[in-house]
């Protein structure tokens, strides 16, 4: 008899018509005979899946071009389908769930005719663990099913944990013809089902990350009492052997992966990873908030990261490994076939672009696309934490939460107290990134940066956060951070990278109640005397404007967060709406 994966995979096959099945055992050598299928066989246009390129320096690489109008997220093709359009929220687009279900079999009849469907069984989540959960994908695109290998705990023991149970979560997914106009990226929370058509771009086509990870695993939460938010989880350890998990809210592109593998500024401590974008949070029996990593691999901006901004991330993407590394919409330089990106030494001559295209210094594009990325293990990792494959996860003792601002927002705060810290995520802005389509540098509300990822009413959404907060009996501490700031010639005040560690540090003795701190109308600020910023070429004056607070500021931003608030009506808090007062009142 036919088990509840098999039927639904079967029809799956009835709809899509491919021309045969692939069901994935996730091993070393099936992830290579497909990379060879996707250079010989499967191509984007004219172009084939996969280039290898030079394995003397970059060990089990390959090149990927996507199709030109698909290259980041698609947040306006982007839906969240509950029964209600009041549980999705103002922060979703909505469409019934059933009219959304014609639109998606109306493009995927025979999408998949003379293609491979790919059968893709995975986990999220260390595959021991209690949090973890069991899912399957399918996809017509051997890029997709070779990141979903490098991205996930892929393998044929997922389906013997499913055996007969109906309970996974699914993922349908196929490039379609690459038509925007056909193009549909939907989430059934109630159903544990994402469905996805017409892009082979990660956060559209690697369901397993953003679109379960997130947008299913965030309603998940709500329902079964965890948090599925887009956080760093790292460790922190000091010359006494003491270590300090933290987590860190971050939108994509604003650092997230240099903070997760940061190498320190400040000798006394060292950081490990264990994860640089998703984070499953849940309260363990001692009262305390723990954190896994639901992903097995990193999905990283390309552009900028080099050994002198992220000198453990080179070093990942170039180690050897049972896994290879994709490199995806990056420039090609011709003569030693290796990847490039703006912010790697060079540009070396003769080079192609993210598109194929010659590039020379006066083409005026970009050799990579602004959104580039690279996929590649987290074994591979040199930094990574032993406690990354931890079943029952990290016990987290501070949560960041940061965004892009020229302005307003200090160098460092924190909060008062949880209701406070909980506002000051729901408030958080950041001025927009390559990572997803649209204008860059636009100031947006993205709090705990999830706008884009929470699968229901992000009201709801910040009652669930004080929720949680009520269940701990030590809660950790929430702080603010913003590395972005800049001066009046509109250049970043703060070095960031590696000295980053000196707020960390603060950080640090504030969760183990070491220094004091200044209160503020907006937080709890530190004393200058207690950063540490010997060696730092930056006069302490300068340093200072990071926490000037300007009153006509605050009185623009708390403007702002009140018409951000106003659409989630009744949803949201009442705590929230106090804090707000609180922060109208002390700016007047």
Known sequence: MATPVERWVEEQARLFQPKRIHWCDGSEAEAFRLIEIGMREEKIGSEPIFRELNGSRWPKSYLHRSHPTDVARTEQLTFVCHPEKDQSGPNNNWMPPAKAKEALTKLSKGAMKGRTMYVLPYMMGPEESPYAKA???????????????????MGKRVLQKIGTSERFVRGIHSVGDFDPSRRLIMHFPHEGLVWSIGSGYGGNALLGKKCFALRIASYLGLRQGWLAEHMVIMAIEDLKGRVTYITAAMPSACGKTNLAMLQSALPEYKVSTIGDDIAWLNVGPDGRLYAINPEFGFFGVAPGTSMKTNPNMIRTVKASSFFPTLFTNVGL?????EPWWEGLEGPPPNMLDWQGRPWTPGSNVKIA??????????????TLNPAFDSPHGVPISAILIGG????VMPLVVESFDWPHGVFMGARTGSETTAAAAGAVGVLRRDPFAMLPFCGYNMGDYFRHWMNTGAL?????????????????AGKFVWPGFGDNMRVLRWVLQRVHGEVGARETPIGLLPEMADLNLDGLAIPRPKIARLFDIKPAEWRQEAGMVKSFFEPFGRHIPYELRLELEKLERSMA
């Open 135 to 153: 899912c399957v994908q399918i996809t017509d695109i051997s890029y997709v099913a070779v990141s979903m290998r490098i991205m996930t705990r």
């Open 333 to 337: 330089a011709t003569d030693t076939n």
């Open 369 to 382: 696309h602004p959104n580039s990325r690279f996929t590649v293990a987290l074994t591979n990792c040199p």
């Open 404 to 407: 892009r601002r020229s302005h």
């Open 472 to 488: 701990m009996r030590r809660p950790p501490k929430i702080f603010a951070v913003n590395w972005f700031r800049v001066d009046e």
